[in-house]
T-cell receptor, first 114, second 109 residues
Framework: SAVISQKPSRDICQRGTSLTIQCQVD?????MFWYRQQPGQSLTLIAT?????????ESGFVIDKFPISRPNLTFSTLTVSNMSPEDSSIYLC???????????FGPGTRLTVT | GQNIDQPTEMTATEGAIVQINCTYQ??????LFWYQQHAGEAPTFLSY??LDGLEEKGRFSSFLSRSKGYSYLLLKELQMKDSASYLC??????????WGAGTKLIIKP
């Protein structure tokens, strides 16, 4: 298993600003993922954060809006840029353990955009 | 394409047994996962099936039939703390998780 922390746990931001969310893992992991979860909805994968290369984004998500950094095997950041109220959501990072392919989630960041 | 379906909501009684079903369609398969998510919290891993059959882990069991694209999560001796959403997800050929919408389980005394 892995212990994952996220900062901030919650924030209220104004429209047009940007917020960077940090994800820290207590061990080195190859796979890190960023998800978004709207209230009462399931998880939507934003991107896979790859160490040493650009993140791989899912359909509907672009790097200009959600830039991701992965400087090493224990840390990643997700920035939500030029925010609008539609970006209000819970943002979760997770890590993938290769065998047996379990994913462990951070506690999430609850973002409200006003 | 890829699709995964599970009931939106189920209600059960404390002490009873409940089965949450999940069906999926995928072109590549690397396992079926169940996660539990309490309101306002992150999902936590419950089970992983990659071969057909039943995996038992305490009060929780998970079943998989790959030929039918079908899984279920069985919860026994229900407790009030089991009230949560249960997320079914399958891992595709790219080792990404494809998530169902989740089943909200309500436990009544």
């Amino acid at each position: 298993s892995a212990v994952i922390s996220q900062k901030p746990s919650r924030d209220i931001c104004q429209r047009g600003t940007s917020l960077t969310i940090q994800c820290q893992v207590d061990s080195q992991v190859t796979m890190m993922f960023w998800y978004r979860q709207q209230p009462g909805q399931s998880l939507t994968l934003i991107a896979t954060a790859n160490q040493g290369s650009e993140a791989t984004y899912e359909s509907g998500f672009v790097i200009d809006k959600f830039p991701i950094s992965r400087p090493n095997l224990t840390f990643s950041t997700l920035t939500v840029s030029n925010m609008s109220p539609e970006d209000s959501s819970i943002y979760l990072c997770s890590v993938g353990i290769v065998e047996p392919y379990e994913q462990y989630f951070g506690p999430g960041t609850r973002l409200t955009v006003t | 394409g890829q699709n995964i379906d599970q009931p939106t909501e189920m209600t059960a009684t404390e002490g009873a047994i409940v089965q949450i079903n999940c069906t999926y369609q995928t072109s590549g398969f690397n396992g079926l996962f169940w996660y539990q998510q309490h309101a306002g919290e992150a999902p936590t891993f419950l089970s992983y099936n990659v071969l057909d059959g039943l995996e038992e882990k305490g009060r929780f069991s998970s079943f998989l039939s790959r030929s039918k694209g079908y899984s279920y999560l069985l919860l026994k001796e229900l407790q009030m703390k089991d009230s949560a959403s249960y997320l079914c997800a399958h891992m595709d050929s790219n080792y990404q998780l494809i998530w169902g919408a989740g089943t909200k389980l309500i436990i009544k005394p």
